[in-house]
């Protein structure tokens, strides 16, 4: 078991549109870390550049619902459409503690990804993981629910996005020092 550090608001890889995961060899250990980080951190669904791995990969435990009884994981996604209607409904995000913001996204998405094995899907999701997925695409793309809002839902969190970038900007300069310590 390893838990890995989950990476905050300010920390430049969360800006980052992941590259594509082209080697499958060693991808379970790095799923399995990335679950035990996720469970670590109470969250329902984890990217991986939300533990700094830049890498087109997500996972998704929704089984506390009746939408699922198995976990997710997903490789290489990508979004081929949107369906249905857009619904509002209130996201958290592991790398923003403390703020919580009604977003609206389209009911429905169907995705275009790989599993572990390397197997090609293309499937629709609605329901809460409909929802993860699309919460989870937009982070390997670098997009937060802070740009899914409008400016006044924004304004109300400035002080803590301000302090999130802080401390993600002193956790990255304490990072490096510590490389310079034999
Ligand atoms: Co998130």
């Keep these: 078991m390893a838990v890995l550090e989950i990476v905050h608001y300010g920390d430049p890889i ?10 499958l060899e060693d991808i379970n250990s790095i799923i399995s870390d990335m679950f035990d980080s996720m469970y670590e951190a109470e969250g329902i669904g984890l990217a991986a550049n939300q533990v700094g791995l830049d890498m087109n ?15 997710h994981i997903f490789i290489n996604g990508s979004i081929v459409s ?3 209607e857009d619904q509002v409904f209130q996201e ?3 790398s923003m503690p403390g703020i919580a913001l009604d977003v609206t996204r389209p009911e429905k998405v169907t995705l275009k990804y790989q599993t572990p094995d390397g197997e ?9 993981l409909g929802r993860a997925i699309q ?9 937060f ?3 899914r809002v409008g400016e006044v839902e924004r304004i109300k969190y400035q002080a803590e996005l301000k302090e999130l970038e802080s401390n993600s900007k002193s956790r990255l ?6 490389g310079f310590v034999l």
């Design 92 to 94: 958290g995000c592991l």
């Design 135 to 143: 919460h989870e695409m937009d982070h390997l793309n670098g997009v």
């Design 14 to 23: 969360l800006r980052k549109k992941c590259k594509s995961v082209k080697d």
């Design 120 to 128: 090609w899907h293309e499937d629709e999701f609605g329901g809460l």
């Design 145 to 147: 629910i802070v740009d």
């Design 82 to 84: 949107k369906q249905g």
């Design 57 to 71: 990969l997500f996972i998704i435990d929704v089984t506390h619902t009746e939408e699922a009884d198995e976990t």
């Design 173 to 178: 300069r304490s990072r490096s020092e510590k």
